[in-house]
């Protein structure tokens, strides 16, 4: 037997999208997955994005350069991995190589030699 599913108004929804997107930045496609958990005809559902993207909620723009940021310098991904990643996330082209300002070309550089190092690092343990 499954639980039955709490029903919300149009208004708690709303409210639970917009937390849903002060606590991280998000991109449509994810707001939209959330959205999918709720019974919402499209009309409700245009209404709830325009609402988010209004209320600057929803940025696309500021999603993506948080998104850079945090991939690069946190996890050290690359340039490519980070464009692959928010393609899938239905990022267009042209807004992904306009936020890329957001990673310091020395920055690259830096994490790019880093990554060598621990590489040939490891080369070097196994030839012993």
Not at 13 to 24: D, F, G, H, R, S
Not at 95 to 108: G, K, V
Request: net charge positive; with cysteine.
């Amino acid at each position: 037997m499954q639980p039955e599913k709490k029903l919300f108004t149009f208004e708690e929804i709303k409210q639970k999208l917009a937390n849903y997107c002060v606590y991280q930045d998000r991109c449509h496609a994810e707001v939209e997955q959330k959205m999918r958990e709720f019974v919402l005809i499209p009309e409700a559902k245009d209404e709830i994005l325009l609402f988010l993207m209004k209320e600057n909620y929803l940025n696309e723009e500021r999603f993506t350069r948080s998104y850079i940021r945090g991939k690069f310098y946190i996890k050290s991904w690359g340039k490519t991995k980070i464009k692959m990643n928010l393609k899938q996330k239905g990022i267009t082209e042209k807004l992904i190589s306009t936020c890329f300002d957001e990673i310091d070309e020395n920055d690259y550089l830096n994490i790019i030699n880093k990554i060598y190092e621990n590489y040939e690092g490891k080369l070097k343990g196994l030839q012993k």
